[in-house]
C-alpha cells in the first residue's frame, strides 16, 4: 500500500501552553485531510500536554539523548519522551549539529536508542552553501546519510534539508531536489535493500503554503518538514492541504 505524505512541522525553540490553540487548529483541519500524515514537534515541555490536546496529529520530539538513562544533566532519553506521548523523533538536525557539535555517529546512536524504544525517527541531512556551491552537494550528502543510517529501517524516514534554505526563504529548484532524493533512495536501497524502498524522504527548508505543492510533487519526496510555517494554522494548513 502506497505511504500517505508525511507533513511535519518543527517547532524548534517556539511554543508556550497558549500556543496549543495553533495545534488544536491544526489538528482539526487534518480530520479533514485525511490523505496525509500530520504531526508537529513541539519543545519537549509541551509533548505531554499537546499529546492529549490532538486526536488527529502525531506529536514528536525534536532530540533524544543516545543512552537509555545516566548522568546526563538536561538531557532526554528515548523512554522519558516516549513515555511523555511522543511517537517519533528528529535527529540530526543542523541547527543540533551546529549548536550541539552533534556528529553523525551521535546521530546514529540516537536514532538506534529511539528505535530500541519503537519510536519513529526523522533523520536529517543536507548540505551547506559551501558544500552546494562545489558541487558536490550530492555525494557530501550520500556520504553524511550512510554515516548516520541506524542499522534498522524500523520506523525511520530521512529530510533532505538544505542547510542554506532553513529559514531563509530560498529553495532549491526542483530539479535539484530531485536529483538529491534520487540519491538518497539508492544510499537506503543499498543499505536496508527492499526495505529502503519503503522508507520516506521528506523535503525541508522554506517550505510554505506557495511552494509546498510544487516541492510535492517531485519524485521521491515522500513530504516535508516545515519550521516557520508550521508554527501557526494559517501557515501549516495551506501545506498539509498541498500534500492532500
Ligand atoms: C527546519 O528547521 O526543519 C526547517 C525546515 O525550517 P524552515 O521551514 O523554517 O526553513
Known sequence: M?????VVGNWKMHGMRADLSEARAIDRASLRLPKVEVAIAPPATLIATLRE????IGVGAQNCHRS???????????????????????V??????????????????????????DLGVILCVGESEEQRDSGEAEE???RQLADCLPASA????????????????????????????KWLRAVLMD???????????????????DNAAELLSVPEVGGALV?????????FVPIIAAAS
Open 2 to 6: 502506497a505511504q500517505r505524505c508525511y
Open 191 to 209: 543499505r536496508y535493500g527492499d526495505e529502503g524502498k519503503e522508507i520516506r524522504i521528506l523535503y525541508g527548508g522554506s517550505v510554505k503554503g
Open 227 to 235: 519550521g516557520g510555517a508550521s508554527l501557526t494554522a494559517d501557515g
Open 68 to 90: 537509555e538513562k545516566g548522568a546526563h544533566t538536561g538531557d532526554i532519553s528515548a523512554p522519558m519522551l516516549r513515555e511523555a506521548g511522543a511517537d517519533f523523533v528528529i
Open 140 to 142: 557530501i550528502v550520500a
Open 154 to 181: 524500523q520506523r525511520l524516514s530521512v529530510a533532505y534539508e538544505p542547510i542554506w534554505a532553513i529559514g531563509t526563504g530560498r529553495v532549491p529548484s526542483v530539479q535539484d531536489v530531485g536529483t538529491m532524493h
Open 53 to 56: 490536546t490532538v486526536t488527529q
Open 92 to 117: 540530526g538536525h543542523s541547527e543540533r549539529r551546529a549548536d550541539h557539535g552533534e556528529t553523525n555517529d551521535d546521530v546514529k546512536a540516537k536514532a538506534e536508542a529511539a528505535q530500541a524504544v
